[in-house]
């Protein structure tokens, strides 16, 4: 059995679509900002999945604690009470993660004692730990949430003995509805999230109705006159 584990710690789609209101990017379906919450989370899955490592799911329905650190810490030292002695940490919120970013934190953590993978906000889309370097009082008060959550991260790894990895690929996670089509530049035509989206601002569009493939079409040219709301 691996001594590394892989933890989901995530909000439920229902109540990730209410705290971040993810329908603001797809046009006016609150039902349909559910179904990109969803999506996000089940693409995570599929590629933790395909890690062969032990998958974990902590949702915002089991999580303890009032602060995000509180329930952030509380369910690493969940994992480790399970025997575990490394632990790589996903949210369910950056479409651009991949298989080959969590062979490459797992491959680090055997060297170090921590692994961040840096988001585009100042924040941090993985994060891998050995069990020897948590400390879970610290843990919780470091500045979660915030743009200097990875500088927190850098400073409380880099005291530890084995230091820490920094990821090679940087991406943009989704914080707010209305950050998604700044997201979604950043990803191909090709990819399953921009097409997920493409079909959920298909079925918002009240004006009239424009098909996923020719929105994408419309998407990688440039409007002469303002941009059309979708």
Same mark, same amino acid.
């Given at each position: 059995m691996s001594d590394t584990a892989l933890?989901?710690?995530?909000?439920?789609?229902? $109540?990730?679509?209410?705290?971040? *209101?993810?329908?603001?990017?797809?046009?006016?379906?609150?039902p349909q900002g559910v179904e990109l919450a969803k999506a996000l989370l089940n693409r995570v899955r599929s590629i933790a999945r395909q890690s062969q490592l032990p998958v974990i799911e902590i949702d915002s329905n089991h999580q303890v604690g009032q602060s995000f650190g509180e329930r952030y810490s509380q369910a690493i030292a969940q994992v480790f009470a399970r025997?575990?002695?490394?632990?790589?940490?996903?949210? *369910?919120?950056?479409?651009?993660?991949?298989?080959? &970013?969590?062979?490459?934190?797992?491959?680090?953590?055997?060297?170090?004692?921590?692994?961040?993978?840096?988001?585009? &906000?100042?924040?941090?889309?993985?994060?891998?730990? $050995?069990? *020897?370097?948590?400390?879970?009082?610290?843990?919780?008060?470091?500045?979660?949430?915030? *743009?200097?959550?990875?500088?927190?991260? $850098?400073?409380?790894?880099?005291?530890? &003995?084995?230091?820490?990895?920094?990821?090679a690929r940087y991406y943009a996670d989704l914080d707010r509805g209305k950050d998604l089509s700044h997201l979604l530049k950043e990803l191909s035509s090709a990819h399953s999230f921009y097409r997920t989206v493409c079909a959920l601002r298909a079925e918002t569009t009240s004006s009239f109705f424009l098909a996923p493939l020719a929105w994408a079409s419309l998407a990688q040219h440039p409007w002469r006159g303002p941009p059309l709301t979708l």
């Open positions: 933890l989901i710690f995530c909000n439920t789609p229902e $109540r990730e679509a209410l705290v971040k *209101s993810l329908h603001q990017g797809l046009g006016n379906g609150k025997g575990y002695q490394k632990v790589i940490t996903l949210g *369910s919120d950056c479409p651009g993660l991949t298989l080959q &970013d969590l062979r490459e934190a797992e491959a680090a953590l055997q060297n170090h004692a921590g692994v961040i993978g840096p988001a585009k &906000d100042g924040g941090a889309y993985l994060i891998g730990l $050995r069990k *020897s370097a948590f400390d879970e009082a610290q843990w919780k008060t470091l500045a979660w949430q915030t *743009s200097q959550n990875f500088r927190g991260l $850098r400073n409380y790894f880099g005291k530890l &003995d084995g230091g820490f990895y920094t990821l």
